[in-house]
């Protein structure tokens, strides 16, 4: 069974810093996608990254980029430059074959002026 | 824009009633899926149809079944509500194919009195 698994309930960074979101996931396939996705106030779920496994380079979106470490399991969100209007619940999926996606539990990150 | 339209943002229901909760997309996706989104549990899988009239049980399935009957249209049915389906129920749409982005609907919360 797949599991994906965010650690921090919780983060708060004062606008400008750069912050870090963690996530390890679990799965027995080698072919998979990762996801970072975004679910501000308004609660539209919108993709902020995604990462596929069988490439060692990092995704980088913008001021977004992550750390994927596939031997430990792990896929990490870096946000730099941190706006207000990042404030927002952020989910780490995991898909393969089906293109169903398996969801962390949210890490809700608020951006303080 | 790909538009994922729910039909209610906010719900509220009686213990055993049935409830339809519909959802349309105007992209010709192949797949459409349901989560229920719950605090510390992050998304999880209800449903999902990769064609019309083709379903799939995800991973919390009881007390709740779907319809498929137009490629555009995805109906989640909770056959006799009760207070522990009370959530947020998400939405959402993919092309076939590994690895694509699912687009979402902004969410019906569901009350269950």
């Known amino acids: 069974a797949q599991t994906v698994t965010q650690s921090q309930p919780e983060m708060s960074v004062q606008e400008a810093e750069t912050v870090t979101l963690s996530c390890t996931y679990d799965?027995?396939?080698?072919?998979?996608?990762l996801f970072w996705y975004k679910q501000p106030p308004s609660r539209q779920m919108i993709l902020v990254i995604r990462?596929?496994?069988?490439?060692?380079q990092n995704a980088t979106e913008n001021r977004f980029s992550v750390n994927f470490q596939k031997a430990a399991k792990s896929f990490s969100l870096k946000i730099s430059d941190s706006q207000l209007g990042d404030t927002a619940m952020y989910f780490c999926?995991?898909?393969?074959?089906?293109?169903?996606?398996?969801f962390g539990q949210g890490t809700r990150l608020t951006i303080n002026p | 824009d790909v538009k994922v339209t729910q039909s209610s943002r906010y719900l509220v229901k009686r213990t055993g009633e049935k409830v339809f909760l519909e959802c349309v997309q105007d992209m010709d996706h192949e797949n459409m899926f349901w989560y229920r989104q719950d605090p510390g549990l992050g998304l999880r899988l209800i449903y999902f149809?990769?064609?019309?009239?083709?379903?799939e049980k995800g991973d919390i399935p009881e007390g709740y079944s779907v319809s498929r009957e137009k490629k555009e249209r995805f109906s989640l049915i909770l056959e006799s509500a009760s207070t522990n389906q009370t959530s947020m129920y998400l939405c959402?749409?993919?092309?076939?194919?590994?690895?694509?982005?699912?687009?979402f609907g902004q969410g019906t919360r569901l009350t269950v009195v």
């Open positions: 799965t027995s396939e080698n072919n998979y996608y």
């Open positions: 959402a749409s993919s092309f076939g194919g590994p690895g694509t982005e699912a687009f």
């Open positions: 990462q596929e496994a069988y490439k060692q």
């Open positions: 999926a995991l898909s393969q074959g089906a293109q169903k996606l398996v």
């Open positions: 149809s990769y064609d019309v009239k083709m379903k």
